[in-house]
């Protein structure tokens, strides 16, 4: 008998779960994509089936303490509105002219007939009445509440609105308008939803041109789009979820739509681009969703954790507002991620070459080619040559740009919609022919004894601090609510009640006035709510948790950077360039708003601050975005690196590679973002400012000379893990390579 040679049994690595998914998903292509939209359509008919329910939102610290307590025992504040009839006839006044003072008596009847539209009218008619006269006699008030409360305030209202504009109808001579709470409220979010739908239908045409400048053909510049609607509906009808025990409204429908649309695009960017590479090079569609799985598959796995880190950090506010949206947000992010690693591939292995059909003229043959760029490559060749003078040079730039947020003022404006819009001008024209102090501090006081005269002392002592010149002002009236359980003191503060003289108010009122007063009477607690009031604590909150949401975030996605490259100083890297993304950002928003440049064509008035939550908001977004980027482009140089490659040579070619990914998803972040900077709430401008200049920043200086600066003065030391965290799971040596990207291994011998 002959001894044979005992063959090595050959081994097989179970692939990636990453892998595992998108194969499954190919292979089983009409399940996938037909399973995709049977979800989306599952959850927004399950959803919708759930009983709406209307969470009540409350203000940060003391003063959302005194709303709860109001709310509690059912006490509600009926919205103020005011009608001014103003002359336009130069001399004529209320005295004189007798269409003013008929113009007037037809508001008054015409509210009145109203059933259920307005009480308490009174007018310069009624007794009493001539303070609703202006000082110059050319203008008058009417002044009445509209019944109901904020939550249907925007309804009620519309009864008495189309009274007062038939009324200004029948007389061109005289300006007769309404304002007020419940008013303004609806006009306010008619703009705001009109504002929204402009975005929506600009964006997706702007969107469709872009991806198809991008890849050349109509399919293809089809399927991020699909990924992205799908995944905003879905997430959308999941907030029916959370909706029952946190406020979830517009805002978190609107930050889920922006979010959706930026990662949805991203994420099939990734993957689409590099499947067309791999077909390029000559694989089949099964070898090149093989090869996108476990890349750009694994690469948008690690980026979407990643930007989940980030939006995570609003939890971390502490108002439930914030949570509402950070659920949204990050629901989203979650389902675009499942679908690029299930739909997307199972539609491309559906189509197979047809996702290169419908090819634009001039675009289609030179977009498949998917080669790496040329002008990239130069540039970033030069880096890696000289990245002391490169790297030094954008850093200081960066810096520099960044140096006005270190005077970063943050506060509430009065109004945050420009003057030119009508229910502004109305108020302002009621402001300047009646001028009145800003709303009182609200002191709610409940207890035991609130009618004896303990209480009754330390009200009048409370009284005797006013003064005309004081934080405290007159008048100071008290009155009784929901039966003799609750006190309302109207306090009024110094100062226009957003700027420092009615925070200062405020706080000697919380801290040495009410101290003295009705804190020294036993049984009874109390709470200050108002404007002033609401506008301070919101901003102290957030202002507080600024560094805690930093820290946690960039924590966080250290140990997940981490996990994912194994090493310590890419984490460390990105985490630093990004922040300086940010910085960056935060530096322009502060020179453009609270400065007041651009005030013409970005068609606003600086309150020379910036509203308190648009820097937190601006932080999670762009921390989160930009990281798409960073891992992309730091998978793209480790795969190759892994290949045999030295550092310098895998950034170079890293970059070159991805470079029309990034490109293209940094071109249509920044024209679908900087839709926002002509709508007309100051907040949304700064976000329309700042989200697409952090973007280009980071896609365009970041990318091409602060990355390759930094990774070629590191070296190898870029791959840096300490022996104590070898045990940290992922490749500990080269992975097999995408052709044509990595050096080439050296061939594989079986025994025979």
Not at 561 to 583: D, H, Y
Request: proline fraction near 6%.
């Amino acid at each position: 008998m002959h001894a044979h040679p005992t063959q090595a049994p050959v081994t097989r690595t179970r692939a990636p779960i990453v892998e595992r998914i998108a194969g499954w998903s190919a292979r089983h292509r009409k399940t996938a994509v037909l399973g995709w939209f049977l979800l989306v359509v599952a959850v927004f008919v399950g959803t919708h089936m759930i009983s709406a329910t209307n969470v009540q939102s409350y203000d940060a610290g003391q003063s959302g303490q005194a709303e709860q307590t109001l709310n509690r025992l059912n006490v509600t504040f009926p919205p103020a509105e005011s009608v001014l009839i103003q002359s336009r006839a130069p001399g004529a006044t209320f005295a004189t002219d007798a269409q003013l003072r008929q113009a007037t008596r037809q508001v008054v009847t015409a509210l009145g007939a109203l059933p259920h539209a307005a009480a308490d009218i009174r007018s310069p008619l009624s007794s009493g009445g001539a303070s609703l006269i202006s000082a110059n006699g050319r203008s008058a008030l009417v002044t009445f509440n509209v019944p109901g409360n904020s939550n249907n305030e925007d309804q009620t209202v519309v009864p008495d609105l189309k009274a007062v504009a038939a009324i200004q109808a029948g007389h061109p001579d005289l300006l007769i308008q309404e304002v007020g709470d419940a008013s303004a409220d609806r006009a306010i979010n008619g703009l705001v939803s009109g504002d929204f739908r402009k975005a929506e239908e600009t964006s997706v045409p702007i969107t469709l041109v872009l991806l198809v400048i991008v890849f050349g053909a109509l399919i293809a510049a089809g399927i991020p789009l699909l990924l992205a609607a799908t995944s905003v509906i879905t997430a959308l009808s999941l907030l029916a979820i959370p909706g029952h025990w946190l406020p979830v409204g517009q805002a978190t429908s609107e930050v889920t739509l922006l979010i959706g649309m930026a990662v949805g695009i991203d994420y099939s960017l990734f993957y689409l681009r590099r499947e067309r590479e791999e077909r390029a090079r000559g694989a089949t569609v099964a070898q090149a969703l093989r090869i996108a799985a476990g890349t750009s598959g694994r690469a948008i796995v690690i980026s979407g954790l990643t930007v989940m880190i980030a939006l995570a950090g609003l939890f971390l506010v502490g108002a439930a507002e914030f949570t509402g949206i950070a659920f949204g947000a990050i629901a989203v992010v979650g389902v675009a991620v499942i679908g690029s690693l299930t739909f997307v591939p199972a539609m491309l292995s559906w189509l197979g070459p047809w996702a290169d059909r419908a090819r634009i003229p001039f675009l289609g043959r030179r977009r498949t080619a998917a080669k790496p760029s040329r002008l990239w490559a130069a540039l970033v060749r030069r880096v890696v040559r000289r990245p002391l003078l490169w790297g030094g040079v954008a850093a200081v730039a960066m810096l520099a740009l960044a140096a006005p947020a270190l005077g970063m003022r943050l506060a509430y404006p009065e109004n945050d919609v420009p003057k030119n819009v009508p229910i502004v001008a109305t108020y302002d024209r009621i402001q300047q022919a009646f001028p009145q102090a800003p709303s009182p501090a609200q002191v709610v006081v409940t207890g035991t004894g609130l009618s004896g005269p303990a209480v009754r002392s330390a009200i009048t002592a409370l009284q005797a601090r006013a003064s005309a010149n004081g934080p405290i002002r007159e008048p100071i009236t008290t009155a009784s609510v929901a039966d003799g359980r609750a006190l309302i003191v109207n306090v009024t503060l110094a100062g226009n009640g957003t700027n420092t003289v009615s925070n200062d108010a405020l706080l000697t009122l919380r801290d040495r006035v009410l101290p003295a007063t009705l804190g020294r009477v036993h049984g009874i607690s109390y709470a200050v709510t108002g404007n002033t009031a609401s506008s301070y604590d919101d901003t102290r909150q957030i202002d507080t948790r600024y560094p805690l949401v930093f820290a946690a975030v960039a924590a966080l996605a250290f140990v997940l950077l981490l996990v994912a490259f194994r090493s310590v100083t890419l984490p460390l890297v990105s985490i630093g360039l990004n922040l300086l993304s940010v910085g960056a950002a935060y530096g322009l928003v502060t020179l453009v708003f609270q400065d007041g440049r651009l005030q013409g064509p970005l068609d606003y008035t600086s309150f020379g601050a910036i509203t308190p939550w648009v820097p937190l908001f601006l932080f999670v977004f762009l921390f989160g975005l930009s990281m798409d980027y960073h891992v992309f482009i730091l998978s793209r140089i480790r795969e190759i690196r892994l290949g045999g490659a030295s550092t310098k040579d895998a950034v170079t070619r890293g970059i070159a590679s991805s470079a029309g990914v990034v490109t293209g998803a940094a071109v249509i972040m920044v024209a679908v973002f900087s839709i926002f900077a002509s709508l007309h709430l100051f907040e949304l401008k700064m976000l329309g400012i700042g989200l697409p200049a952090a973007v280009l920043i980071d896609a365009t200086v970041v990318r091409g000379v602060l990355v390759p600066a930094a990774m070629s003065l590191l070296g190898d030391r870029c791959w840096y893990l300490p022996r104590w965290l070898r045990w940290l799971p992922g490749s500990r040596a080269g992975t097999a390579p995408a052709p044509g990207l990595a050096a080439e291994p050296a061939p594989t011998r079986l025994p025979a």
